[in-house]
T-cell receptor, first 105, second 112 residues
Framework: GIQVEQSPPDLILQEGANSTLRCNFS?????LQWFHQNPWGQLINLFY???GTKQNGRLSATTVATERYSLLYISSSQTTDSGVYFC???????FGAGTRLTVKP | DGGITQSPKYLFRKEGQNVTLSCEQN?????MYWYRQDPGQGLRLIYY???????QKGDIAEGYSVSREKKESFPLTVTSAQKNPTAFYLC???????????FGPGTRLTVL
């Protein structure tokens, strides 16, 4: 099956900073989702983005399927953005290991 | 309210006992999934079901069993054959097999 690699594994930001999280795939993908896991363990769906770019408030995501990667942008980060961000290839139900984001006040 | 419920939130069991985790959804979704998450790691697929009375093994099915007798319900049994059952268990559902997944709040199982 497809391998999913996320980078960076850990990220510490000051409140107000911007960040880019990356997800690389071992093959071309056409069915990708981004999630945020909050400190209580709840997984919140951010984007279903098989290709192209989507925006939702301070968050946006871009998937370039032929180049085998997806990016999640967080602008003007807030402490409530802290948690772990996962990308998942839905055809295989295969999750990356996640990026742990800590936003400091 | 539409959504996915898992119960209980915390579960403690003695080693050697089977335990069943509940997952219910009222979203009218056909597909349901069970994942396991260990501390500091991503999610791994245990079992999934695309339709009632049918389910398939995921990457780590050994020591687990499921049933799908109703569209709304997909219980997971952690058997005594599972060598390391202490983990966070998450249930999800989607309209179809490759559509957007929605997750329940999870059950933290601790085996003493």
């Amino acid at each position: 099956g497809i391998q999913v690699e996320q980078s960076p594994p850990d990220l510490i930001l000051q409140e107000g900073a911007n960040s880019t999280l990356r997800c690389n795939f071992s093959d071309s993908v056409n069915n990708l989702q981004w999630f945020h896991q909050n400190p209580w363990g709840q997984l919140i769906n951010l984007f279903y983005i098989p290709s192209g770019t989507k925006q939702n408030g301070r968050l946006s995501a871009t998937t370039v399927a032929t180049e085998r990667y997806s990016l999640l942008y967080i602008s003007s980060s807030q402490t409530t953005d802290s948690g772990v961000y996962f990308c998942v290839y839905n055809n295989d139900m295969r999750f990356g290991a996640g990026t742990r984001l800590t936003v400091k006040p | 309210d539409g959504g996915i419920t898992q119960s209980p939130k915390y579960l403690f069991r003695k080693e050697g006992q089977n335990v069943t985790l509940s997952c219910e959804q009222n979203l009218n979704h056909d597909a349901m999934y069970w994942y396991r998450q260990d501390p500091g790691q991503g999610l791994r697929l245990i079992y999934y079901s695309q339709i009632v009375n049918d389910f398939q093994k995921g990457d780590i099915a050994e020591g687990y069993s499921v049933s799908r007798e109703k569209k709304e319900s997909f219980p997971l049994t952690v058997t005594s054959a599972q060598k390391n059952p202490t983990a966070f268990y998450l249930c999800a559902s989607s309209i179809g097999g490759t559509d957007t997944q929605y997750f329940g709040p999870g059950t933290r199982l601790t085996v003493l």
